[in-house]
């Protein structure tokens, strides 16, 4: 069992930026991937960034260039830097983790977090 914790959701204005962290507990020796996905009212959960043990990432194409994904394995912890922050990413972001290398179906989920781009 692996237990996902995201934390640093809020308000920003547009053009802002924002640091989410998701904390691993549990089984984290079973973990290679971990990332986020976000989904906004009235959508389908969209992919937001993933990245290996070994440092591999990957993004969503809405977020590239403008979100950072990295990981401090010591800490069992993710973050992703959201930067120039468009009111479209308005969403709750949850992340995620897998004991491959995709993620595109998790075998484990936070709670989620509420991201709101907004002046």
């Known amino acids: 069992q692996v237990q996902l914790v995201e934390s640093g959701g809020g308000l920003v204005q547009p053009g802002g930026s924002l640091r989410l962290s998701c904390a691993a507990s549990?089984?984290?020796?079973?973990?290679?991937?971990m990332g986020w996905y976000r989904q906004a009212p009235g959508k389908q959960r969209e992919f937001v960034a993933r990245?290996?043990?070994?440092?591999?990432?990957n993004y969503g194409d809405s977020v590239k260039g403008r979100f950072t994904i990295s990981r401090d394995n010591a800490k069992n912890t993710v973050y992703l830097q959201m930067n120039s922050l468009k009111p479209e990413d308005t969403a709750v972001y949850y992340c995620?983790?897998?004991?491959?290398?995709?993620?595109?179906?998790?075998?484990?989920w936070g709670q989620g977090t509420q991201v709101t781009v907004s002046s």
């Open positions: 995620a983790a897998n004991p491959g290398t995709s993620i595109l179906t998790p075998s484990s």
């Open positions: 549990g089984s984290i020796s079973s973990i290679n991937a």
């Open positions: 990245i290996t043990r070994s440092g591999s990432t």
